[in-house]
């Protein structure tokens, strides 16, 4: 069964600066998605970035962007220019695509605190 | 067009009762899928629904269990609660193989 393990806690951030969440990982799987979602405190899981396991370019969505490395299964997500509004619990969550529906397991998260 | 929305926001239950949730899924999508987020911790999955059927299970006990009606909206049934049943109930709901889960408010539930 695939892990995901979130190491980090809590994370605090000063306003305008950059932070790194880590995420590792544990599958015997070659292919699969990861998946970094926001969970503000309204409690809607927002998906952040998606990252497919068989691109070796590292994805980014505007001020998000992840650093993927799959031989040491690490899937860390960098947060640039925080804004008040990145203040949430961060969850790193992995999906096997061997089958068609298979379920996100997520880690037990990261709570991200910005400081202005 | 409206997202996943999900029934009731805010439940309160008594040790033993029964518990039902409602998931109505986001326009297009066929497939439902139940999570279990306790205090403190990442969603666990409970099962999945397409055509009406259960398609997939997490490791969740009999207690557990759910409904998916022709129109794709769900239902999440819970016997006899335990206080460890009080958690945040997400729903989330997608379409054919689409990589990308839409997750519902959640209903959080309290067993006292």
């Known amino acids: 069964a695939q892990t995901v393990t979130q190491s980090q806690p809590e994370m605090s951030v000063q306003e305008a600066e950059t932070v790194t969440l880590s995420c590792t990982y544990d599958?015997?799987?070659?292919?699969?998605?990861l998946f970094w979602y926001k969970q503000p405190p309204s409690r809607q899981m927002i998906l952040v970035i998606r990252?497919?396991?068989?691109?070796?370019q590292n994805a980014t969505e505007n001020r998000f962007s992840v650093n993927f490395q799959k031989a040491a299964k690490s899937f860390s997500l960098k947060i640039s220019d925080s804004q008040l509004g990145d203040a949430a619990m961060y969850f790193c969550?992995?999906?096997?695509?061997?089958?068609?529906?298979?379920?996100?397991?997520f880690g037990k998260g990261t709570r991200l605190s910005v400081i202005a | 067009d409206a997202g996943v929305t999900q029934s009731p926001t805010h439940l309160i239950k008594t040790r033993g009762q029964q518990v039902t949730l409602r998931c109505s899924p986001k326009?297009?999508?066929?497939?439902v899928s139940w999570y279990q987020q306790a205090l403190g911790q990442g969603p666990q999955f409970i099962f999945q629904?397409?055509?009406?059927?259960?398609?997939q299970r997490g490791n969740f006990p009999d207690r557990f269990s759910g409904h998916q009606f022709p129109n794709y909206s769900s239902e999440l049934n819970v016997n006899a609660l335990l206080l460890g049943d009080s958690a945040l109930y997400l729903c989330?709901?997608?379409?054919?193989?689409?990589?990308?889960?839409?997750f519902g408010p959640g209903t959080r539930l309290t067993v006292t």
């Open positions: 629904y397409y055509e009406e059927e259960e398609r």
């Open positions: 326009s297009g999508h066929d497939t």
């Open positions: 989330a709901s997608h379409r054919g193989n689409s990589y990308e889960q839409y």
């Open positions: 969550a992995y999906r096997s695509t061997n089958s068609g529906n298979t379920p996100l397991v």
């Open positions: 599958t015997s799987e070659s292919d699969y998605y």
């Open positions: 990252q497919e396991a068989y691109k070796q």
